[in-house]
């Protein structure tokens, strides 16, 4: 039985204060759940006061990103082990807003493409093998453009994302970390995938996951949906066999909301 696991992935908001005032009210209003690992990933300079206010709670606080170098000269960027100093349990690696491949900055979003730092599946891959090497669970993001799902070639952009991304893990490594699919035109848009498609998007991931690693990778792997996902959806979602919890965005910024989609799963 797989256990639950719902992350809020607050993006670029909240101070520090206001990450702090939200984790303590999150605590008191989840204190009597046990039975689901619930996850906020708050900004990098968040992420140490979010940890410290969060200790010997059943919350843990995940970074949005991180880099795959363990020290050295490159600016702006943060390594595993800093990650695991500030407090940090899980990281996520490869979401669609950080992934590269469509080549294209644009700012105001007006062609609806989200990618914007050059993300490779490559990069992905090796981040995911530093954070795990210096103790972090790695959540994994995978998913396809419209354009990607309008020319019927979702499974084998996702297949691709999930080989590359998990290349050369161990079968207890894959085993232990979790796979988000999020497809990208569902992320902040208020377009949720339909249910009985996500379930079968994540069984297909489930099924690589399998080809690559064995039948108990495959059945401990934790796969989340992601993509405008809210207390009024969350049920049916969580409800299917493949999902087994959600990466949430703008529905984790109010503790009502994220409170009840946690209470969903
Ligand atoms: C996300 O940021 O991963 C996400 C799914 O965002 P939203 O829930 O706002 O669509």
Redesign the pocket.
């Known amino acids: 039985m797989r256990k639950p696991i719902i992350a809020g992935?607050w993006?670029m908001f909240k101070t520090i204060g206001e990450a702090v005032d939200f984790v303590n009210n999150l605590k008191t209003e989840t204190a009597n759940i046990k039975d689901v690992d619930i996850l906020v990933c708050p900004s990098y300079v968040a992420v140490n006061k979010a940890a410290e206010t969060l200790q010997g709670t059943n919350i843990s606080v995940a970074a949005q990103d991180v880099f795959w170098k363990e020290e050295g000269a490159w600016t702006g960027q943060v390594a595993p082990g800093m990650l695991i100093d500030a407090g940090c349990k899980y990281v996520?690696i490869g979401?669609?807003?950080t992934r590269g491949r469509f080549g294209k900055v644009d700012d105001d979003m007006t062609s609806g493409l989200l990618a914007h730092f050059g993300e490779s599946d490559e990069s992905v891959n090796k981040k995911i093998h530093a954070s795990i090497k210096a103790g972090l669970k790695p959540i994994m993001?995978c998913g396809e453009t419209i354009s990607e799902r309008k020319e019927n070639k979702t499974d084998e952009v996702i297949k691709q994302q999930v080989e590359t991304g998990l290349k050369g893990l161990s079968a207890n490594q894959a085993a232990n970390m979790i796979i988000?699919y999020?497809p990208v035109w569902?992320?902040?848009?208020?377009e949720v995938c339909d249910t009985q498609e996500a379930n079968r998007v994540c069984g297909m991931i489930r099924a690589t996951v399998k080809g690559l690693f064995g039948d108990a990778s495959a059945e401990n792997i934790r796969i989340q949906y992601?993509?405008?996902?809210?207390p009024s959806n969350a049920k049916e979602l969580l409800n299917q066999s493949d999902i087994d919890g959600a990466?949430?965005?703008?529905?984790?910024l109010k503790v009502a909301d994220f409170v009840e989609i946690i209470k969903s799963a």
């Open positions: 992935n993006k996520i979401h669609s807003e993001c988000a999020e569902a992320i902040g848009t208020g992601g993509g405008s996902v809210k990466l949430v965005g703008g529905a984790s």
